[in-house]
Structures are given as C-alpha cells and as structure tokens.
C-alpha cells in the first residue's frame, strides 16, 4: 500500500492505509486524536470537521488522499493556533457548549471562518456556522463567543 | 480543617478536606454535577474545589431514579443537604453561603474545548472488540433469509450473530464493522406484515372544575397539533459491555436511568440484578428517552458471545431515525364558552395522544427494543403515562394554572403502533401549553382585550406567575410601539408540571417567505437559582429547541431540518431573584416559546396556524383561507 504523508498538528504523518479510508477513522483511530467526532457521517452536521490546509472539512466524507501533502489541524492542535486558541478561551468564558459533542466541529468551523474574516460581525458568524448543528440550543453562547473574538482582532 | 479520618455518609464521603459525592443523577450536559457541588461546598463550608463526583454506577451510588423531569436540583439537591447536615454536625463544621446563587462555570466546558473530554464513543479498554446490529426494518418485522457466511468470512469479523429477528456482527476494527454491517445488511431479506389497526383510545378525566356558571353567550373552538419529533442527537446512541467468565455483566452507557437499565438488563437476560453492573459514561446531548438504554441490550446481547472481551456497539443514524423512541405526535382540542361580555364560563381541553413513557425499569418485560426481537422474545411493554402527581405525560400542562371558574381536562391515550413513543424533553407540557396559550390568545383577541391582561386578570392568585408575564414584558416592551408590516408580536407563559417554574416567553417575529424569530425575551422564575447562568444555558437551550419544533421539524417528513445558527434569535432570559426552594429549568421555556412564537405569527399577519411546525406552506393556506 503507498504511503499517505501529510502533517497532523505540525507532526508529520506517514501512513500505509487505503486512500479510500474516512480521514475521521484515520484520525480517531490509528493516531487516537478523539476529539474529532462522528455525527451524521454524511457530511450534513459539522461535528466532523478539521482544518486542512486552514479550510474546515467534513473528516467523515474526506479520504484519505485527499489529505495527502496537506496540514490537517484538529482541535487537539487549536492551542497552538493565534485564533484557535483565542475561540477556546471565549468559548470558556460565554460557556458555549452543554454536551460538547459539536463544540470541536465549531472550534475548527469558527477557526477557519476567522482566518478568512478576522472582524466577522454578527450576522457573517451565524452565516459562516450554518453548516453546524447544535442540538442543545448553545447557539447564543458559541455566537457570542466567535464574535467576541472577531472583536479582539477588531480593537487588536 | 475538617477532623481527620474520612467520615461518610450514603451519599459523601469526606477525606482531610476534601469530599467525594456519590450522585445518582448523572450529568447530561445541564450543569446538574456543577449545581449540586455548589450546594455541597456551602453546606460543609469548603471551597468549590475540594467537592469531587464521583462516575455514577450501579455498583457505588444511591439508586436516585431516572434523571429527568427537570427535578435534579430539587430531589437530589434536597438529598444532598440533608447528609451534608447531619456531616457537618459530625465534623463541626459552619456551613457558608458563598457558592449558591453564584455563576460558576461548569468545568467540562474547558475540558470539551481543549478536546481532552472523553464520551463514551471514546472509551478505549483492552481487546475492545467492535459491534453492529441489525434490527428488522420495522416492528413486527420478521427475517425472511440471510447470508452469514458472506459476512463471517469477511476479514476481521470475530463472530456473526442471529437470533430471532436479531442480526449482529463483532469485528476487531471499528472500521471493518461498518463493512461488515454494510454487507449484513445487503444479504439478509425480511418479511414485513401490515401492521394491525391501532385499538380505540382510552379516555380518562384527568381533572375537573365545575361551578354554576350561567349559560354560554358563545363557544370557541379550535385544534392544534403538534407532528412526531425525533431527539436527533448529533452523536448517536452507544454502549460498552463486557461479560466475565462467570456470568456478570457490566455495561458502560450514557442511560438516564442507570438503575433502571440494570433491571431490565437482568430481566431480559434472566440473571439477578446483582450480576450487573453498569457505569456511566457521558453520550452527546440527551433530551429525553433516546436509544441510550436499547444500544446497551444490544451490546449486552453481542458481548454474550466473546465472553471476557469488551465490546463497543454504536447506533448508526438511521437505526437511531428509526428505532430510538420519538415524541409522539398529539392533537389538542381546546373549547371555552363565553358570556355576553367575553368572560370566559368554562374551559374544555382534550389531548390526544400515545403514551409518554416507555422507559425501563418499570414493567414486568423489559423495555429494551433488542429484547422483544430475540428468538426468546419478550412482549414489549405498553406505553404509559405516568400519574399526574409524578409529572403526568400527555396531559402534563393541560391542566389552567389560570382563574377560570368551570374546567374539564380529558387525555385519551392511543395504544401503541408501531412507531415508538416516550419521553422527549417536557413531554405532553410542549403541546399543552402550544394549545392551551394560542387559545388563550385566541379568546382574549376575540373579546378585544391585551393578552397580557387577559392571563394576568386570571392569575390574580398566582403572584408569581404574573411577575414573569410582567417582567417579560417589560424586557420586550410589550405592545409599546406599532409593528413593522409583516412583523409581530406574542406571547406566552405557564408554569412547568404546574408545580415546577414560572416561565413567560415575549416572541419578536417576521413573517415573509418564512417566519423568522427575531426576538425572545423570557423571564424564569426557578426559586433559588444554585446556578443563575446555568439556569440561562437551561432556558436558553430549550428555546433554541423549542423554536426548532416550532418552524421547521416532523419526523414523518424526511425533508424536516433542525433549526441553523442564522435562524437562532436573539434571546435575552431574566432569572428573578428569589429565596424560595429551587426547581429545576430543562424544560420549562420549551411550551410557552411555542406559544409565543404562533401568537406573534397572529399578530404579524391576522392569521392561525394550529398545526405545528409553522410552515411556510401552512402559513400560506392560512392566509388564503382568510381571504
């Protein structure tokens, strides 16, 4: 089987595993990154998803290859991230979560949203989380906790 | 310095100076661990760190029921004061008032965000094996034919197992057990009977209140509904089990109702109660009688077949669609008859429904859908209501909290179909007060009075009802300044079970192509608030929930979508300020948003829409029909 070289967490990765395999399984299962988690597994709710090459993906519908070369960050990298690490505190701060179960998904979903529009307002934060559900109602926190980072970079 | 020595009670054990407590209300995501350590850091005057929980399991912690019903803080909390009362005697210690009433953050949200939380999905154990079932495509259901060869020799499969109606496979990866699935599923035939007609509703009073009114000037009638709506919880339903050598079985589950579940695990595999074992383990979100419980049997049941080896079984989306229990769908029929001058005589609320408990632990089979599709199978048992004293289930909430002088509150309750009915977050309250506050708004319209006069007119005797009416009111500047075309105003309120917290929700809506929520303002009285912002992230939750079954979902429609982050509003929520006992705030903002959220519609564009969800469809048909 080739091997499948990228860099998980600035650690590079090499791989022998089918390039067919769910990143998400990849992830979990063979380097024990946990915090990425399955939720629809058909790319619908968000809870999947890790920065690859700073864009938010879906772990559960990407292979493998398509990771090949690339820097995938998971949330077990996002203190190590300027912004990452910044959503973490907010989210602490507003209490953003009650199960937890899509708080990685937003981590990665907000990190990325944030690198392509560091002053976000409002509006474009709810608009750039759409892809996530929450099932919970922590919709207000996590809003609140993005934009306030957005607003940090503002005032930065 | 707490006496040396540890000292203990049923529930606390106290070790130099710090305390461990043993709960048997397991935490969900509410907050319930965080609110219960502050109650006991204050009773034996400690700091909030020194308080511990430890995991609760069957085997080490008071059997505290089911943890639901929004009664956490004010049954185990209660619990808990009286053994730190008698240990705080023991110790001589002072009790403090620092940590009650105070905002603590809960602390698996650091954990959650630094990524080191763990669910149960997670849990990793030694020669953890990896399960998937089968159950047949609907109840009833039976196996026709299936190819167990084809799956038994694909690699990494340990055991395929068929029993009954009942399909397994273990595998040695997670992944080789979706393919193993795939292909079980892909060779295996049924036979799917008709179901049988569903037998005549039972019919039962539930309350009356008669009084010699005079004869009616008028009657008002009107029928609401409210669709099945499914948990969808984003990570499915899992379970681990293990079995010794000898016969005992531990379960690792993120079940409500851990004693629950070990009894009917013992049931339904005919061993003593003592023999099992089960821990939990945090799920995703939990709003309810979800599949938590079921998963486990069948863990259990495919565990039996590599004794010693731990296995972990996980729901896939559709078994979740499919088998876990939904909130059943419910019409209410509402009727008030009225005097020459709108005073309202008597009020008439009938629900129809299916039964809103079908939770184990409480029948003489088990509740366990794996169970009843065995060779051996058992009867599935009845879905019930629970009495009214407890909380009630279609009839929770159907009872006025108002002044009226005559009532009467039937349910008639269907028998079981095939579809799966239990406890989904508030259970009957949510369409109850849908119901029963629109057509409170229906009869205060129709005699031209404020809605808000109206309830607080009728809720003289219930000082507290009315201060939440008025404070969220007066956070959403009620009625104050004419409505933007398209846009309106409404509200609604009730008291949880009657008995539990005041809620009132003010809803700020848009109607356009969709109806859009701009706006809730909700006041919350809970008594005592342990923990004022985890009360927030309770009502808050439960709004953002209840505006999801409002606008968008239905189970039956496989187009039904759950709410997005552009459609959340704004939502501001006051805890007022109170010494009374505490009541518990999962459920209590769920019905009156409902009610809120359809009366604004009514105030937008003059039309009702009693089915639920508020469709654009339905909202359209309304208008026309208003033409």
């Known amino acids: 089987m080739p091997a499948v070289e990228f860099t998980v967490n600035g650690q590079p990765v090499v791989l022998h595993e089918p390039p067919s395999a769910r990143l998400l399984d990849v992830l979990r299962e063979t380097l024990h990154l946990r ?15 890790v920065l690859v090459d700073g864009r938010a993906l879906a772990a559960c519908n990407t292979p493998l290859a398509a990771v090949a070369g690339c820097e995938v960050v998971t949330v077990e990298g996002l203190a190590d991230d300027a912004i990452g690490v910044r959503l973490q505190r907010a989210f602490i701060a507003e209490q953003a979560a009650q199960c937890g179960y899509c708080t990685s998904g937003l981590l990665i979903g907000a990190t990325a949203l944030l690198r392509r529009e560091p002053a976000a307002g409002e509006a474009a934060v709810r608009a750039g989380l759409d892809g996530h559900l929450c099932r919970c109602g922590a919709h207000p926190r996590i809003v609140r906790a993005v934009v306030r980072v957005a607003a940090e970079s503002l005032s930065a | 310095m707490v006496a040396s020595g540890p000292s203990r009670t049923a529930r606390l054990r106290v070790d130099g100076d710090r305390v461990t407590v043993r709960c048997g209300k ?18 034996l005057g400690l700091p909030l760190a020194q308080v511990h929980f430890d995991a609760p399991a069957t085997d080490t912690s008071p059997d505290e029921g089911v943890t639901s019903g929004s009664l956490s803080v004010q049954d ?8 730190c009362g008698q240990l705080r005697q023991a110790l001589g210690r002072e009790a403090t008032a620092h940590w009650v009433g105070q905002s603590v953050p809960r602390p698996e949200v650091a954990s959650t965000v630094s990524g080191a939380h763990r669910f149960i999905h997670d849990v990793e154990l030694p020669g953890l094996l990896h399960g998937r079932v089968l159950h047949p495509p609907q109840m009833g259901g039976q196996l026709a034919s299936v190819d167990l060869a084809g799956v038994q020799a694909l690699p990494g499969v340990v055991a395929v197992h068929c029993d009954g109606d009942l399909l397994g496979v273990l595998t040695d990866g997670n992944r080789t057990a979706d393919a193993a699935l795939a292909r079980l599923r892909s060779s295996v035939a049924w036979r799917c009977a008709p179901s049988a007609p569903a037998a005549e509703p039972v019919t039962r009073v539930v309350d009356e209140k008669t009084a010699a009114v005079g004869l009616p000037a008028r009657t008002l009638e009107a029928r609401f509904s409210k669709p099945w709506i499914a948990h969808a919880s984003i990570g499915g339903a899992c379970a681990l089990a293990q079995w010794s050598d000898d016969g005992r079985l531990t379960v690792w589950s993120h079940t409500q109702g851990l004693f629950n579940l070990r009894r009917d695990l013992a049931l339904a595999f005919a061993i003593e109660p003592g023999q099992v074992s089960v821990r939990h383990v945090p799920g995703a979100g939990c709003y309810g009688h979800n599949g938590a419980d079921d998963v486990a049997f069948d863990a259990a049941w495919l565990a039996r077949q590599c004794p010693g080896r731990p296995v972990r079984l996980v729901w896939s989306r559709a078994d979740e669609l499919a088998w876990a229990p939904q909130g059943p769908a419910m019409v209410v029929d509402m009727a008030a008859d009225l005097d020459a001058h709108g005073r309202l005589l008597a009020w008439r609320h009938d629900v129809w429904s299916l039964g809103h408990s079908a939770r184990p632990g409480r029948a003489a089979t088990p509740a366990l859908l794996g169970s009843w599709q065995t060779a051996a199978p058992f009867e599935r048992p009845a879905t019930i209501d629970m009495p009214l004293a407890v909380g009630g289930g279609a009839e929770r909430n159907a009872v006025p909290g108002y002044d009226f002088p005559a009532w009467r509150v039937r349910a008639h309750r269907l028998q079981d179909g095939p579809r799966r009915s239990s406890a989904l977050r508030s259970l009957g309250a949510f369409a109850n007060a849908f119901a029963a506050e629109s057509f409170v708004d229906e009869i205060a319209a129709a005699s031209g009075q404020d809605p808000l006069r109206w309830r607080l007119a009728h809720l003289q005797h219930d000082p507290r009802g009315m201060q939440v009416l008025q404070r969220a009111a007066a956070m959403a500047g009620w009625r104050s300044t004419p409505r933007p075309e398209g846009c309106g105003q409404g509200m609604g309120y009730a008291r949880y079970k009657n008995t539990g917290a005041w809620c009132a929700v003010v809803a700020e809506v848009e109607a356009a192509a969709l109806l859009r929520v701009h706006r809730l303002c909700i006041a919350v009285d809970v008594g005592l608030a342990v923990n004022p912002d985890g009360v927030r992230q309770q009502i808050e939750g439960g709004a953002v929930q209840a505006i999801s079954w409002t606008l968008k979902e239905d189970a039956s429609d496989p187009a039904s979508q759950m709410l997005r982050f552009s459609e959340v509003p704004q939502i501001d929520v006051l805890v007022l300020e109170s010494t009374e006992p505490s009541l518990g705030a999962g459920e209590a903002s769920l019905g009156p948003t409902a009610a809120a959220i359809a009366n604004a519609l009514f105030d937008a564009l003059g039309v009702r829409v009693r089915d639920l969800p508020l469709s654009a469809e339905r909202i359209v048909s309304a208008m026309d029909r208003n033409l």
Request: hydrophobic share 40%.
């Open chain 2, 26 to 43: 397991v935490e969900l995501g509410q907050g319930i661990h965080t609110a219960l350590a502050q109650i006991v850091a204050d009773e």
């Open chain 2, 76 to 83: 185990a909390g209660a619990a808990l004061r009286l053994e």
């Open chain 1, 35 to 49: 915090a990425t988690r399955l939720g629809c597994g058909e790319g619908e709710c968000g809870a999947c998803h």
